[in-house]
């Protein structure tokens, strides 16, 4: 057999393949020198002042929902103040079939079902747990109140009776009025009223004026 020998190149250094590489001039494009040396000959314009921005216009009020009543077949009540009627037992789709809204079994699921007043399951109800003190008399008798010092705004020597203390808005003329002698009384006063206090009553007769007591 012939034995066959293998050529080999001689092996460049890589030192000197790359010192060539940077030796070389770069090419450039033509139409790249151009246009640098067009832009470096004109002179930059100054740039343009913006113009101011527009205000924005106000928003325009917005229009009622629905326009005036103008006769009795426009009325109709307030957008939320009526709601259909609720209706149970009207099948699943409902949300409130089947045990209509009531539940499984027990006496609030059954018909005709009450319960006493405060009743609270069968624990001991609120109003037996509170403590109880005292009474309340219905035959408790309510008196405006008028004192001395507002009976001033009247002139000397006048009759004070309750149809002028209710004209006055001292009192009310569904309630009988009692004077007590709170404040001041420089002037002569015929004062009628259905109560007086011993003070109310003792200073108007050191003004020169006069107490007369009123039935109910």
């Known amino acids: 057999m012939v034995d066959k020998k293998k050529t080999t190149k001689p092996a ?108 609270e399951g069968g624990q001991m109800p609120l109003h037996r747990r509170v403590p109880k003190r005292g009474f309340t008399n219905i035959f408790r ?15 000397a020597g006048a009759s004070v009776t309750p149809q002028m203390l209710a004209e006055a808005r001292l009192a009310r003329r569904s309630r009988p009025v009692k004077i007590l002698g709170d404040g001041e009384i420089k002037k002569a006063l015929h004062v009628s009223a259905h109560k007086f206090s011993a003070s109310a009553k003792a200073r108007i007769e050191a003004a020169g004026g006069r107490c007369e007591v009123l039935s109910r």
């Open 12 to 119: 460049t250094p890589a030192g000197k393949k790359t010192a060539a590489k940077a030796a070389a001039p770069k090419k450039t494009a033509p139409k790249a020198e151009k246009a640098a040396a067009a832009s470096a000959e004109k002179p930059k314009a100054p740039a343009a002042a913006r113009p101011p921005r527009p205000q924005k216009k106000a928003a325009a009020p917005q229009a009622p929902a629905r326009p005036a009543a103008t006769g009795v077949h426009d009325l109709a009540p307030a957008g939320g103040a009526t709601h259909y009627r609720k209706r149970v037992g009207r099948g699943p789709g409902s949300g409130h079939g089947k045990t209509a809204g009531r539940g499984y079994k027990g006496q609030k699921s059954r018909t005709g079902y009450r319960h006493m007043r405060g009743f």
């Open 141 to 155: 008798l309510e008196y405006d109140i008028v004192n001395l010092g507002d009976l001033d705004r009247f002139e």
